[in-house]
């Protein structure tokens, strides 16, 4: 069991945090973290979060990806954007892809959207979920605030759209482990 911080975050996330999620914020951007467990193990989760050039695989508002360049630091995806959301097109830039920390960075660049200055951070830990394999998922952001918007307006759809997509990561990543058949974990 992992001791608790006065937010209720243990003290294994609040390091991850610490260390890999720091955004500088001016006045007129809102940030925020947030922290997904999944009952799978980190190399099945890390095989779609690393994929630059396909987030429809779990991201379900992306309907088509368009990579420019080959994978790596400065790559530029045009992303399309489902029907039902404030947007059609997004482009992305590749900031940081750390295959060995499992560390991804990405910033918007452009698209006919209101996510101005939008970076951020996902990074993904290994820890044991009921005596199996799992993993830690922890996204962070850093995103002006739209003019006529609220910062807590602001924060709310960005969470909801991450949370969306960490639920989708989760639950794909937990039927391909169930296909794998990981074996749990005997403590002695």
């Not at 969306?164 to 989760?170: E, F, G, H, M």
Request: aromatic share 6%; proline share 4%.
């Amino acid at each position: 069991m992992f001791a608790m911080n006065v937010n209720g975050v243990n003290t294994m996330e609040s390091e991850y945090i610490l260390r890999h999620h720091r955004h500088e914020i001016s006045e007129n951007q809102c940030s925020s973290v947030i922290v997904k467990h999944i009952k799978a193990p980190i190399h099945l989760v890390w095989s779609l979060v690393r994929r630059f050039d396909q987030p429809q695989r779990y991201k379900p508002f992306v309907s088509r990806c368009i990579v420019q360049g080959d994978l790596e630091i400065g790559s530029v995806r045009e992303v399309n954007v489902k029907s039902g959301l404030p947007a059609t097109t997004s482009t992305e830039r590749l900031e940081l892809l750390n295959e060995e920390e499992h560390i991804l960075g990405i910033r918007i660049v452009g698209g006919d959207h209101r996510l101005r200055n939008y970076s951020s951070i996902l990074t993904v830990h290994p820890e044991i979920i009921d005596g199996r394999p799992g993993t830690l998922v922890i996204e962070s952001y850093v995103v002006d605030v739209p003019e006529g918007n609220t910062k807590d307006d602001t924060c709310y759809f960005v969470e909801t759209m991450i949370k969306c997509n960490l639920k989708s990561l989760a639950d794909i990543s937990e039927r391909l482990a169930v296909q794998d058949r990981t074996e749990p974990i005997r403590r002695f």
